[in-house]
């Protein structure tokens, strides 16, 4: 549906899961994509994965909680393509040790989720915003979650990265807006990902056990998919939504129509 030849894309968290969805989908409408993890191995298969697509499809190692590996991502980005014109600010971490409520969470594990959750998307704004001024423009979009609108229980840090993404969001758009850059954010609901059994491992349940539980309290009667969350942001960053900024989608089975599903 979407045609992004020509197109520098910057993925974060890009290398699994919805990361690699996302990748994915952005190479096969034809953009020249860059995709950042910190799980090497996966960045090479995905690599492998995309050579045959239509795009560009290249992975570089690096922990985007840090300005360095930041600033280093999107100068590569530059110095393969010649700019930078979307930004998904995807990489997102909820380890199994931190189902904990507030007094138990150790300090360390708070300041860990909020460095990936929040503190990379500042520092992605920070250092591709002049490329995209450049450009004339351009778009970033935030993977957020539901959990950034109601939450659960046992999840403070990962709650309050994903309200803060929200919020950065909105008040992002505000200040880019006059240069033409779009700040949008992306709410999944339960998506099919590693981080399934890793939240499964969590709750002494079986994979398929967890799967089936949080399918049932979908409306739609299943959980996502990676490619489902792609899709959105294709429309995001496309310009059928050039008239959107600051706002996010819910792209949840219908979970937040329903409420109060915590």
């Known amino acids: 549906m979407y045609d992004y030849s020509g197109k520098v894309v910057i993925v974060t968290g890009g290398a699994k899961g919805i990361g690699r969805g996302i990748s994915l989908a952005f190479a096969e409408a034809g953009a020249n994509v860059l995709a950042a993890d910190v799980d090497v ?4 298969q995905l690599e492998k994965d995309g050579a ?3 795009g560009e499809l290249r992975f570089r190692e690096a922990d985007i909680s840090k300005a360095i590996p930041c600033r280093e991502l999107v100068e590569t980005a530059v110095s393969y393509w010649g700019g930078v014109d979307v930004v998904c600010n995807n990489a997102g971490i909820q380890p199994p040790a931190s189902y ?14 909020m460095d990936v959750n929040v503190k990379s998307r500042f520092l992605m704004t920070k250092y591709c915003v002049p490329e995209m001024r450049k450009r004339g423009g ?15 229980y046992d999840v403070p840090a990962y709650a309050a990265s994903k309200g ?13 807006a006059k240069d033409n850059i779009r700040v949008l ?4 609901g339960t998506i099919d990902t590693p981080l399934v059994a890793e939240a499964a491992a969590a709750k002494g349940l079986s994979v398929d056990d967890l799967r089936g539980e949080w399918a049932a309290a979908h ?27 600051g706002s996010y989608v819910n792209v949840d089975g219908g979970l937040m129509a329903k409420g109060a599903w915590a």
Do not use: C, H, Y
Not at 41 to 44: L, N, P, V, Y
Not at 100 to 113: G, V
Not at 165 to 176: E, K, N, V
């Open 138 to 152: 351009g778009v970033i979009i935030n993977t957020a979650s539901v959990q950034g609108l109601q939450s659960a």
């Open 41 to 44: 191995a996966a960045g090479q």
């Open 164 to 176: 803060a993404d929200l919020s950065l969001t909105r008040q992002l758009a505000l200040d880019f």
């Open 100 to 113: 904990l409520p507030a007094d138990e969470l150790p300090e360390e594990m708070w300041d860990r989720i």
């Open 185 to 188: 954010a992306v709410n999944p």
């Open 52 to 54: 045959a697509l239509k």
């Open 219 to 245: 409306p739609i009667g299943r959980i996502g998919t990676p490619a489902d969350i792609a899709k959105a942001m294709l429309f995001l960053a496309s310009d059928d939504a050039s008239f959107m900024t």
